[in-house]
């Protein structure tokens, strides 16, 4: 990865003005929100700021007001979380440039924190207009991104800025870069991934990416009996996308030729209904689902070996779960081998990075979410960086 500058490379920056690009878009009930992580997250980066003298102003979105203001999409909505998370006053500021937002940096004392209002209430935003970033840029004297989970997105706030003023990555996203190039950008090999979920055509680049990259690709979930179907195994009546078929086996050419060992369940967990803990619940081989089972979760012998995989790899590069993990018990094979891949982990003979939202709700339901490398919970960001593609946010991050 092509260097970045981090909050290390700054200077003397009291009194100085930074506009710190956060994700504030918490999931609200009863105006209050229901997890404050991605606060706890740039807590870091605002607090390091505020103790060298810095006046921080905050730039976030907050849901999809498309280019107009609504009173229900302000950010003054999580200030008090916030506030609550830092353990800090902050000014709420009503605009993002103009008089208002110069008379409040007066205000401001060295040390202070300022929240600057949805940043997609202006249509320059999400059209990345270099005239609304630069009328942005002219309050601040540097431009700080700490959020990974809008960078796949080339916004004003989160591109367009970096070109107006010196960008640095905060600790936040300095820890996500890090992390991610230990996975695919610079791993020690072998590496294996792990790719589940419900549909291959969501994951289609991630397959077509990662074959060139690992040399084991593990796959589960859903999209494991269309890789099933295409090598001519019955899948029953189990989720299944059969005009893919071909495309599997395209991925299944790739990776023969790249040197990549592609891993399908040859044990399956099948039911007549998708329930918990159906009465028709049986483990079987593959090749003896019958026409009214479908498939809901990788069988043991497999999970087990799988695990041996792992043990023989030094990276691990995980999205998706391996079944349908949120119905006991098909949740055993996820379960099972995020332990030993957190076991792994644990006992310093694997970098395991993962990420996406289910991925997140499947580690942390096994109990291992802590126990990991690193667990990104940018969903977007973290797929497209899986697919090798280019984040405009990181990009305008390098040195």
């Known amino acids: 990865m092509s260097s970045f500058r981090t909050l290390d490379d700054l200077g003397d920056i009291t009194g100085k003005v930074a506009l710190v690009r956060v994700d504030l878009n918490l999931p609200m009930k009863d105006?209050?929100?229901?997890?404050?992580?991605r606060v706890e997250a740039v807590k870091p980066t605002i607090l390091e700021l505020t103790e060298k003298g810095a006046k921080v102003l905050l730039l976030a979105h907050y849901g999809r007001p498309k280019g107009q203001r609504f009173s229900t999409m302000s950010t003054s909505f999580v200030q008090g979380d916030v506030e609550k998370v830092l353990d800090k006053e902050i000014m709420f500021i009503?605009?993002?440039?103009?008089?208002?937002?110069?008379?409040?940096?007066?205000?401001?004392?060295?040390?202070?924190?300022?929240l600057l209002d949805n940043v997609r209430f202006w249509p320059g935003e999400e059209a990345n207009d270099p005239e609304f970033a630069r009328g942005m840029a002219v309050h601040g004297d540097f431009y700080v991104n700490d959020a990974f989970s809008a960078a796949h997105r080339a916004h004003a706030s989160t591109d367009g800025l970096a070109h107006h003023l010196p960008a640095y990555a905060g600790r936040a996203m300095e820890a996500e870069l890090k992390a991610l190039d230990a996975a695919l950008g610079n791993p020690e090999a072998p590496v294996a991934a792990v790719v589940g979920g419900a549909k291959v055509s969501t994951k289609l680049d991630v397959l077509t990416n990662l074959v060139g990259k690992v040399q084991h690709l593990i796959i589960g979930g859903g999209m494991?009996?269309?890789?099933?179907?295409?090598?001519?195994?019955d899948v029953g009546k189990s989720l299944c996308e059969h005009d893919l078929t071909d495309t599997a086996n395209r991925i299944i050419d790739e990776a023969a030729h790249a040197g990549c060992t592609v891993h399908?369940?040859?044990?399956?967990?099948?039911?007549?209904?998708?329930?918990?803990?159906?009465?028709?619940?049986?483990?079987c081989n593959v090749h003896e689902v019958a026409a009214d089972e479908m498939i809901l979760d990788v069988g043991p012998l497999a999970t087990e070996a799988l695990g041996d995989v792992l043990k023989t790899c030094s990276t691990l590069v995980?999205?998706?779960?391996?079944?349908?993990?949120?119905?006991?018990?098909?949740?055993?094979?996820?379960?099972?081998?995020?332990?030993?891949a957190a076991a792994l982990t644990q006992d310093g003979s694997l970098t395991s990075v993962a990420g996406g939202g289910d991925t997140v709700a499947a580690l942390a339901h096994a109990g291992v979410k802590d126990e990991f490398t690193f667990v990104s919970t940018a969903g977007g960001a973290f797929l497209e960086w899986m697919e090798g593609k280019d984040l405009p946010g990181v990009a305008a991050l390098i040195a």
């Open 31 to 37: 105006g209050s929100a229901t997890d404050v992580s």
């Open 94 to 114: 009503p605009e993002v440039m103009g008089p208002v937002v110069e008379q409040s940096i007066g205000i401001l004392g060295n040390g202070d924190i300022g």
């Open 224 to 233: 494991a009996n269309t890789f099933l179907a295409a090598k001519g195994v």
């Open 264 to 283: 399908l369940p040859y044990d399956v967990v099948v039911a007549k209904e998708f329930a918990a803990n159906p009465a028709s619940l049986r483990t």
């Open 318 to 340: 995980w999205n998706g779960p391996m079944g349908a993990f949120e119905t006991e018990p098909f949740d055993t094979a996820t379960v099972a081998l995020a332990k030993t």
